[in-house]
């Protein structure tokens, strides 16, 4: 059995997630969407917990003045660390930042301690404990931290210069005292990286599965490679022939895919250990994120980032449309790498060997659709090239470029909230004049979500806003829409991991580029035209009753096999249609 406790928003605690293999008298294909809607139900595919009000959330003042980035200007406290998941809690602390200042004193109710007047600095009970989980300077002090709910206040000649207090301390994560949330230990979340310009080949997918294999094929020193799952022979092949000739390869994974993990993925994931590939998945009670969900590999000098995983149905070709981009630029496969380095050397990558002793596994036939070329890969110029992660910044780096577009926006996306913030921005866009078009999955799941998101669209065209919103028809062209990504005003592409929601932007590992250049950008746009003119004018009515009949036969599949789960096994459920992370 494994059990994983998983972060559910800015306001939210932790939902255990209990996943045995169970015994159910109905097909695999009832018993998968038992798996994903049961999980969907837990909160743990997306579901994003209400922010709390202030009197129950981590309450966080500050007397002193903002500098123009909004950080305190004055002495001010930077950071908490309560429950360092220790026992007694050893090695916790309170970060001090004393901006030169003297005679501060720091109040956790119990006592009053003496800063110093240099730089940043920890005050701890143990600072053994404590230093290696800062940067900066440990001091000896006697503090005393409770997870329950405490009230720190930074004093200067007695009187208060900043004051911070939470009502319950978030295990083995630590509180930024400027922007109020919690980040789990070993999280560093980045900025946007801007690396330059380079020299790409874009392609999409299903149309050229060939461009991720070679660009593992032709690595001759290192081999990153980062998803969210992966069932894919060809790519597991091309992984074992790179460290067969001396190239250094390493896997970090998803340990708790939505839906569980295949016998598939488990079979190619022990070819690798077995072949001497380091394989490490992201999970335990600790996980520094909800889903580690990004799909990239950096193979030498090589930065490839997709929308797609490593499992047929994506990477191979065999069903979604996916956007894909292979950067060859030594700065930003750096970067990536560094990331990798961040997530695969965390306390919560574990080696894939240890994580299959406990793990259950679910059966799942792969897609083996065949699709013809459409668009060929093309090689084009980058003038800039900036790598986005969140947790940390995509999210608004995403928002920030709608809200700098002058003229048009394409976005290619599997849903998309209408109530949500991305959502909110294209509506603020069109309301600018910006023409504003929205492509969306066909897949059943997605149907009646998408729907409302279409017609929300059709009533604010009506009142005269230049927005409009599709849902896919793939014509035999591909399977459903799998990409993430946007082309706007004919000179930048976002492409990557990332889903449009909030969930995504601040408790996921996701990656995505931002391009700029019209050679990528008329590449994509191309594309998401062929598409969106395949959708029509919303689709026919035929279209939408048969993804309504679709939607209803899967209904009754569902029925079926809940009938087979025992009543107290539902009790507290509310089932939604909608899987978040693919």
């Known amino acids: 059995m494994v059990s994983r406790a998983r972060r559910t928003g800015a306001a939210g605690g932790y939902v255990a997630v209990d996943r045995t293999t169970a015994q159910f008298p109905v097909s695999p294909e009832a018993y998968r969407l038992v798996c994903v809607l049961l999980l969907v ?28 980035d909004g950080s305190p200007a004055g002495p001010h406290i930077v950071a908490a660390f309560p429950d360092p998941v220790a026992d007694g809690d050893v090695g916790e602390f309170v970060v001090v930042d004393a901006a030169s200042a003297s005679n501060l004193t720091l109040s956790d109710g119990e006592s009053n301690i003496s800063v110093p007047s240099a730089g940043t600095v920890a005050l701890s009970a143990a600072p053994n404990a404590t230093r290696p989980l800062v940067d900066v300077p440990v001091v000896r002090a006697s ?73 593992l094929q032709r690595a001759e020193t290192r081999v990153l490679l980062a998803g969210y799952t992966f069932a894919s022979p060809r790519v597991a092949d091309a992984l074992l022939a790179a460290a067969d000739r001396g190239v250094r390869v390493r896997v970090l994974l998803e340990g708790g895919p939505v839906g569980g993990m295949t016998t598939n993925q488990r079979e190619q994931l022990d070819r690798l250990v077995a ?56 700065q930003t496969a750096d970067e990536l790498a560094a990331v990798f380095a961040h997530d695969a050397d965390g306390i919560d990558a574990v080696p894939w060997r240890e994580h299959r002793r406990t793990a259950s596994f679910v059966e799942e036939d792969p897609a083996s659709g065949s699709y013809d070329t459409g668009f060929a890969p093309e090689t084009v110029t980058i003038e800039h090239v900036r790598v986005l992660t969140a947790p940390g910044n995509a ?42 078009r929205i492509l969306l999955s066909n897949a059943w799941y997605d ?44 000179e930048t592409v976002i492409v990557g991991s990332l889903n449009w929601n909030e969930h995504a ?19 994509y746009g191309r594309v998401f035209t062929a598409d969106w003119d395949a959708a029509g004018a919303g689709g026919s009515s035929g279209e939408r009753t048969s993804n309504r009949e679709g939607m209803q036969n899967r209904k009754r599949t569902l029925t079926m096999a809940l009938g087979a789960l025992s009543a107290a096994s539902l009790a507290g459920f509310v089932l939604r249609r909608t899987v978040d992370f693919e």
């Open 505 to 523: 932007a601040t408790e996921n590992r996701e990656v995505s580029l931002a391009l700029d250049g019209e050679a990528a950008a008329t590449y």
């Open 275 to 330: 072949g001497g590939v380091d394989v490490r998945v992201v999970d335990g009670p600790h996980a520094r994120f909800s889903y580690h969900h990004p799909k990239y590999a950096v193979s030498d000098d090589d930065a490839l980032v997709l929308t797609e995983n490593w499992k047929p149905a994506g990477t191979g070709g065999r069903d979604s449309r996916g956007w894909g981009v292979r950067v060859h630029s030594e």
């Open 143 to 215: 503090l005393s931290l409770a997870n329950a709910g405490e009230r720190l206040v930074l004093r200067r000649d007695g009187v208060t210069v900043d004051r911070v207090a939470y009502d319950r301390a978030r295990e083995g994560e630590r509180l930024n005292a400027t922007t109020g949330r919690w980040t789990p230990r070993g999280l560093s979340p980045r900025s946007v990286v801007a690396t330059g310009p380079a020299t790409a080949t874009t392609f999409v997918l299903p149309d050229s599965p060939a461009v991720p294999l070679e660009t």
């Open 395 to 436: 999210g608004t780096a995403v928002r920030s470029e709608v809200a700098g577009a002058e003229a048009r926006i394409a976005v290619l996306s599997p849903r998309l909230d209408p109530d949500g913030p991305y959502f909110a921005s294209l509506v603020a866009a069109a309301e600018r004049g910006v023409d504003v």
């Open 41 to 68: 139900a837990a909160g743990i595919a997306g579901a994003v917990a209400p922010v709390a009000a202030a009197s129950s959330g981590p309450d966080v003042t500050s007397s002193t003045a903002n500098t123009t």
């Open 447 to 490: 149907a009646e979500s998408n729907q409302a998101v279409v017609e929300r669209a059709m009533r604010l065209r009506e009142r005269g806003l230049p927005i409009e919103a599709r849902i896919a028809r793939p014509a035999g062209r591909f399977g459903k829409v799998h990409a993430k990504g946007a082309v706007i005003d004919g």
